[in-house]
């Protein structure tokens, strides 16, 4: 449900700003949920990290670079990300289909209708100071499997995002880029050590972040994000939308839960 104090907010895209998601594949939108939204979710992110509620997924799950070498490793049980945001709080299920949200990423997909993905993000992310692990340069879609490559990221703040707590990197205009093979390592992360992959990270921006702002980015865009060097965990709610003319495939982890129509 939409708070009070988030009725007064503009919910449409400018054409600018439509302009620039479609250039870049990002655009930022600043306080796009309320004070006591963030905090309730905050509380609710905290409660459950505190009571370490499944399902969870680990630093050591993920073994990017920086994370503790297993579960059983000193910082083996600093958590990553809560799964399953949608049903596991209706505070973090109506962020989702807010209609505020979905309205900007209806215009996004140019679609009326807006469907959530139960099977990709649809989490809380989180870097906790000590044990965190860096994100090398990716794009979301490298095992997601629907008929077009047509979705949208929604990343919503719960707290401050910057180059030290290991805010995302963004290189603008990568969704319409062809990437070879040969420029991808096996787990399809861009290899740095290509003169051609660093002249394009060269190109990076930060997407620093306050509480409410919300990233949104084309599921083709090349992210990536450091370790979180700061004293204070990171927080943030993604969830991920497609519209209209597309759909998961089949028989494939895209569609292993039937998606969630969060837009009619
Ligand atoms: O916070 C990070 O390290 C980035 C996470 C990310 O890019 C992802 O999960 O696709």
Redesign the pocket.
């Known amino acids: 449900m939409t708070t009070p104090s988030e009725t007064a907010l503009q919910p449409h895209l400018t054409p600018a700003q439509n302009d620039a998601f479609a250039r870049d594949g990002y655009l930022v939108m600043r306080q796009l949920a309320s004070a006591e939204r963030i905090a309730a979710m905050r509380s609710l992110a905290l409660d459950h990290l505190e009571r370490a509620v499944e399902p969870l997924e680990y630093e050591a799950d993920v073994a990017y670079p920086g994370a503790p070498a297993s579960r059983t490793a000193e910082g083996g049980d600093t958590v990553r990300r809560l799964l399953d945001a949608y049903d596991r709080d209706p505070g973090f299920a109506d962020w989702a289909a807010d209609d505020r949200l979905t309205a900007i990423v209806a215009q996004m997909l140019n679609s009326p209708t807006v469907w959530m993905t139960p099977n990709h ?1 649809n989490c809380v ?1 989180t ?1 906790a100071p000590t044990y965190s692990s ?2 090398a340069w ?1 794009r ?1 879609l490298r095992y997601w499997s629907f008929a077009s490559p047509y979705l949208v990221n929604a990343w919503l703040a719960l707290g401050d995002e910057t180059p030290g707590n ?1 805010c ?1 990197r963004m290189l603008p205009g990568s969704h319409r880029m062809e990437i070879g093979a040969g420029r991808l390592d096996d787990a399809q992360f861009l290899r740095e050590d290509e003169p051609v992959n660093a002249e394009l990270i060269a190109t990076a921006e930060y997407a620093e972040l306050a509480p409410g702002d919300v990233l949104f980015f084309d599921a083709g865009v090349f ?3 450091g370790a979180n060097t700061g004293a204070e965990r990171k927080l943030a709610v993604v969830t991920s939308y497609f519209g209209r003319d597309n759909a998961p495939v089949a028989g494939t982890r895209s569609a292993r839960r039937p998606a969630i129509q969060v837009r009619e």
Do not use: E, I
Request: charged share 15%; glycine share 8%; proline share 0%.
């Open positions: 993000h992310m870097k860096a994100t990716h979301d290991g995302m992210h990536a994000a």
